[in-house]
């Protein structure tokens, strides 16, 4: 039995959570189109240099250029926006984000040491011209101060607006599940499958386009009280999600899932020698039906994408048509 659903079945249904676009289209000649964009997704609305969150990832298929994942695994927490753009673009978004990190917080390089940032990437060249380099630090500001709570924009808009997936117009995905007190948010970046891979529909094969194997990038946010291990057994599961719409994670696909929980901030300037937290067991029976949530968000998280994408004309004629699948 699928678990209901949150208020705008949308990642921002975890409370605090923040999600911004920044998207270029602008056809330049015949051969040329910007096609692309910057997402940013907040985990909560302070500081989140100050206020860090437990974060984990997962490495389905290690085909990407994703910044920040390294930290994250050692440390378990989240200290910048995750940041998700095209794969050309992931060191000036990195940039970007940086530069507004610093603004933000006067310690860093001074009375601290670094920051760690986390960007994440798909391969939009099929319709972007991507050798442009068109993405500039300035956009990954724009999206982060373009943040809000409201229910997240879909489709073919900020990181999406140049995606393919399932050879129809994919890119920014969404969905939330309820699980007791909790809410578990997804929000994807989709750009991979072939028409006849997929299982939730009967695309049919009759038009292959020439794209790359594609990638995914997955986002799960909870406000669910889990520390890091915990939040990488979550992360682990989007591949189950993933795998019901008909990915095979094929060779040359990024699919990179990172899950962060609101809950049990951790404050860089405390000078504690000790720190206590409460998270949930794993063996209370709460953990499997989160792992059912994440699931569960992963799959509609995609559909959600193709449908809520429009037709796209990008780089060199090449159009991508809407996924003929209702809302």
């Known amino acids: 039995m699928q678990l209901p659903k949150g208020k705008s079945n949308c990642i921002t249904d975890v409370e605090g959570v923040q999600v911004g676009h920044v998207t270029l289209y602008e056809k330049l000649n015949e051969q040329d189109t910007v096609c692309t964009g910057v997402t940013a997704i907040l985990p909560h609305k302070g500081n989140i240099f100050s206020n860090k969150i437990r974060a984990a990832s997962s490495v389905i298929n290690g085909y990407g250029k994703t910044a920040g994942l390294v930290q994250v695994e050692e440390l378990g927490l989240l200290e910048s926006p995750i940041m998700l753009t095209n794969t050309l673009s992931v060191g000036t978004v990195w ?9 933000e917080n006067k310690e860093i390089g ?15 060249s099929y319709l972007n011209s991507i050798r442009l380099q068109s993405v500039k630090p300035e956009h990954a500001i724009q999206a982060i101060e373009s943040a809000n709570s409201n229910p997240v924009e879909e ?13 129809y117009k994919g890119g920014i995905g969404t969905a939330s599940r309820l699980v007791d007190t909790y809410t578990v948010g997804c929000l994807v970046l989709s750009n991979f499958g072939k028409r006849d891979d997929a299982l939730f529909t009967d695309f049919g094969s009759s038009i292959k386009l020439d794209t790359p194997d594609g990638s995914i990038m997955m986002v799960v946010a909870t406000d669910a009280p889990l520390y890091d291990r915990q939040l990488k057994r979550l992360a682990k599961r989007c591949a189950a999600g993933l795998g019901r719409t008909g990915s095979n994670i094929d060779n040359g696909s990024g699919d990179i899932a990172i899950a962060f929980s609101t809950a049990n901030t951790y404050n860089h300037n405390a000078t504690v020698q000790l720190e206590s937290m409460s998270f949930i ?10 792992f059912q949530a994440v ?13 809520n994408a429009d037709t ?11 996924a003929p699948l209702s809302l």
């Open 95 to 103: 940039q970007g984000t940086l530069q507004y990190m610093l603004n």
């Open 110 to 124: 001074d009375s601290t040491s670094s920051l760690n940032i986390v960007v994440g990437e798909c391969n939009d």
């Open 155 to 167: 489709g073919a808009i900020g990181a999406g607006k140049g995606m393919v997936c399932f050879g």
């Open 281 to 290: 067991r794993d063996d209370h029976p709460i953990m499997s039906k989160l």
């Open 295 to 307: 699931i569960e968000v992963t799959e509609e998280a995609v559909i959600s994408s193709l449908k």
């Open 312 to 322: 796209t004309e990008g780089r060199s004629g090449r159009v991508v048509e809407k």
